[in-house]
């Protein structure tokens, strides 16, 4: 059993910053599963944010890059991401997603677990 719970959306202006959390959990969870950011804007695919993978190392989507900052604590067990520079395009509903075998930004299907997700409004 894996848990993946999401916090620290909210509504802002354009430019301004927000931090995600995701609390994992489980007796089969290892920090060394590959770990990542999806979103899904209304009317739109869920796409890739940002991945934490132990074999390819850190990846972010284009649209993000300079912008958004993935990172993790062990110690904590919570993945975070950074979100700098807002923009209203940025809105959307923000899931943190796990995988024991890792992952891909433009394969969202191929992760195993996920959380519930987190609203990110951004206005303009």
């Known amino acids: 059993e894996v848990h993946l719970v999401e916090s620290g959306g909210g509504s802002v202006q354009a430019g301004g910053s927000l931090r995600l959390s995701c609390a994992a959990s489980?007796?089969?969870?290892?920090?060394?599963?590959?770990l990542a950011w999806f979103r899904q804007a209304p009317g739109k695919e869920r796409e890739g944010v940002a991945a934490?993978?132990?074999?390819?190392?850190?990846t972010y989507a284009d649209s993000v890059k300079g912008r958004f900052t993935i990172s993790k604590d062990n110690a904590k067990s919570t993945l975070y991401l950074q979100m700098n520079s807002l923009k209203p395009e940025d809105t959307a509903v923000y899931y943190c997603?796990?995988?024991?075998?890792?992952?891909?930004?433009?394969?969202?299907?191929?992760?195993?677990?996920w959380g519930k997700g987190t609203l990110v409004t951004i206005s303009s």
């Open positions: 997603a796990a995988d024991p075998l890792g992952c891909s930004l433009s394969s969202p299907s191929g992760m195993d677990f």
């Open positions: 489980g007796n089969t969870f290892s920090w060394s599963w590959c």
């Open positions: 934490f993978d132990s074999l390819t190392g850190i």
